[in-house]
């Protein structure tokens, strides 16, 4: 694998080689999100006059104000400029952060939106490793990978809770604005579905297949994301797939997908459904938002958020599960699925859908309560006719 520090201005070596490493608990200094603190990514389309390129501020406490095994809250503001770009492409650019943040030798990056984790290792602060590097880095790399749509970028980091807290709470407003670009469309509008193998480096049988009624199961990318992800990098991991016949309505199955499946997962994979968790669901990466599960006492289904830390009533916790399935795993009775997709219509439908769901807890239902509340009446409207 090339390795290329020559042309980005940071005391670590960077590169897809350090992509899967990680910093385990012996090697760690300090840490930002991951339940410990809130951690939020937000890509925003700026004016061109109202930045400057190549700025990278670090507004708070940076690595030097911190001691061994300290936390951190963190919000990062990447602000994009350019004349062909588009607010359709922020999802694109905000998912980068993820592999390019790995990308840096010592520092490890799990999830995305306003559930990310950034772990530093010792080795990196003693090689001089600052906050202010991450903005180097996504500068660089937005520069070098985006040309096309990019001419100015700008980065801020942010430390102070109250500015985090700001930064989160507009970062919401942002994701809810995008997942509702799909809210009105099904799978039967289309003709095209689209793949993502972004996460193979960790997960290599891992292949997403996005529907307009399933979106990617780490949350940051709806069939609206992939369709621009597609048009921005013809070549890159965002495929367009012909669904072909429909091998099965209620499950989601569909013979374009399972021959693309077969290619893209390098034979691991023969086949899944779309709306199942019991009968040959989806693979699952390391990087869901949330992990439903069986649970037989009861013929019921539960999902865990990754921001919930307690006991479950399927007797794991969600890191338990994720360790089980996050290496691009397809388990019948467990799937990995993002949280907007709960109040998608087609959710485990081919297994009973919402109805089925007997738990999940709080901190979800309150993140999703008013689509959820707008779901399950539709649910009794549709029960009292039939
Ligand atoms: Fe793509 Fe799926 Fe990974 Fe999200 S979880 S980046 S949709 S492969
Ligand atoms: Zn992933």
Redesign the pocket.
Known sequence: LKINITEIDIPLAFGPAFEGERVRGGDLFGQMGGGKTQCTELVKMAEMNDIEDGKVEVIGPDIGDMKEGDVLPLGILVQIAGREFQEDFEPIMERQIHHLINYIQGIMHIGQRDISWVRISKAAVEKGFTLKDIGVVLHAKFHQDFQKIVDKVQVTLYTKQEDVDKITAQAREEYKTRDARVDTMTDEDVDTFYSCS??QS??PS?VCTVSPERTG??GAYNWMDCKAAFEINPTGPNQPIQKGKVLDPKLGRFEGVDEFIKVASKGAIETYNFYSMVHAPMTT????ECIAAMLPACNGIMTVGRDYTGDTPCGMKFTTLAGVMGGGAASPGFVGHSKFNITQKKFILGDGGLLRLVWMPKIVKDEIRERLNARGLKWALRTSLT
């Open positions: 972004l996460c960790f997960a891992h199961l780490c990466c390391g990087c869901c």
